[in-house]
């Protein structure tokens, strides 16, 4: 039984979804991980984590429109407003998705389903870098 972890730092350049899968796949095969758990955590309050589908970029555009449309950008909705109109629906998303995400590892691959992708949600307008710790438990 091992314990690994890794920092992936990802520069974003405004509100979209952000793959890691290579980035996570890559990681594991490096370090020669059999089987165990992953578990993905973002250390951000305005972004998220998601598994998506990967193979039709329309769902990344339907994704934002939507959860823009939930969490809309309009300051007069909110009382914390410190960094822009994007601040609190930024909180809300990220509330209403996944800051962490656990996933298998069985005989070296991470079980992903055919058309699913690791996202990070990019929920600020702005540039930002943002954290994702890997942690692996297994062998």
Known sequence: MKQEFNNL???????????????????????NFKNGILNLSIQHTSASLIV?????????????????KLAPMDSKLYVHTTEG???????IKS????????LSIREG????????????FEHRLNPQN???IHHFIGN
């Not at 730092?9 to 370090?31: A, M, P, R, V």
């Not at 109109?85 to 909180?91: F, I, L, Q, V």
């Not at 509330?95 to 656990?102: H, M």
């Not at 691959?109 to 990070?120: C, D, R």
Request: aromatic fraction near 10%.
């Open 9 to 31: 730092q990802i520069d974003t350049s405004g509100q979209k979804l952000y793959e890691f899968t290579n980035q996570t796949i890559e990681w594991i095969s490096k370090n």
């Open 95 to 102: 509330a209403l998705t996944n800051n962490q995400i656990s």
């Open 52 to 68: 998506q589908e990967n193979a039709d970029p329309d769902v990344q555009t339907d994704l934002i429109n939507y959860f823009d």
């Open 130 to 132: 943002r954290t994702i």
């Open 109 to 120: 691959e991470l079980l992903l389903g055919t058309w699913q992708g690791l996202y990070l």
């Open 85 to 91: 109109k994007d601040d609190m629906p930024a909180h």
